[in-house]
T-cell receptor, first 115, second 113 residues
Framework: DSGVTQTPKHLITATGQRVTLRCSPRSGDLSVYWYQQSLDQGLQFLIQYYNGEERAKGNILERFSAQQFPDLHSELNLSSLELGDSALYFC??????????????FGPGTRLTVL | DQQVKQNSPSLSVQEGRISILNCDYTNSMFDYFLWYKKYPAEGPTFLISISSIKDKNEDGRFTVFLNKSAKHLSLHIVPSQPGDSAVYFCAARSGGSNYKLTFGKGTLLTVNP
């Protein structure tokens, strides 16, 4: 158990809909990261938040957005869903304070299926 | 443009023998490398890491070697156990304030009893 929790574990929805994925980081971690893993792709970085502020952005679609709240939990919002958005979405957290050996710990993931 | 490559999609070894998983990278700005293990239906689990200022890091049965001139790293597992059977991902991070990880596509390790 990494200490990172994600809900829900599974999500099935229809095209055009909007969903919210939730992540709670490990106790004490200030950074939260979101990754997407599709069938034919490795883990792709989407976005990072540090202590409530956006720190880095990857290949995140405009239809996707995220935020980190004062209690440090984070939400990833996916809207106007398409079939191709079906994937595993992972959240990771890290201390974020030290650049040298910052290690990310991953949650169990949310499996999104868009029908 | 795949900056982190794991060229072997799968590897099969006998229990008790050494498993060697390889990873190549192209971005010379990477300064921190990590290996993760992933079982089906679970998130990646951190295994071991190495900073670019080192060439070897050891933790129990796991050793990671880094060859910066060749832009190559490898994970050695000795002795291999059936419970090590999983997908192994190599990941790399650039320096500075960008903490994002760039992952390889993974190698499926099967350890046969």
């Amino acid at each position: 158990d990494s200490g990172v929790t994600q809900t829900p574990k599974h999500l099935i929805t229809a095209t055009g809909q909007r969903v919210t994925l939730r992540c709670s980081p490990r106790s004490g971690d200030l950074s939260v990261y979101w990754y997407q893993q599709s069938l034919d792709q490795g883990l792709q970085f989407l976005i990072q938040y540090y202590n409530g502020e956006e720190r880095a952005k990857g290949n995140i679609l405009e239809r996707f957005s995220a935020q980190q709240f004062p209690d440090l939990h984070s939400e990833l919002n996916l809207s106007s869903l398409e079939l191709g958005d079906s994937a595993l979405y992972f959240c990771a957290s890290s201390d974020g304070r030290s650049t040298a050996t910052d290690t990310q710990y991953f949650g169990p993931g949310t499996r999104l299926t868009v029908l | 443009d795949q900056q982190v490559k794991q060229n072997s999609p799968s590897l099969s070894v006998q229990e008790g023998r050494i498993s060697i998983l390889n990873c190549d990278y192209t971005n010379s700005m990477f300064d921190y490398f990590l290996w993760y293990k992933k079982y089906p239906a679970e998130g990646p689990t951190f295994l071991i890491s190495i900073s670019s200022i080192k060439d070897k890091n050891e933790d129990g049965r796991f050793t990671v070697f880094l060859n910066k001139s060749a832009k190559h790293l490898s994970l050695h597992i000795v002795p291999s156990q059936p419970g090590d059977s999983a997908v192994y991902f190599c990941a790399a991070r650039s320096g500075g304030s960008n903490y994002k990880l760039t992952f390889g596509k993974g190698t499926l390790l099967t350890v046969n009893p």
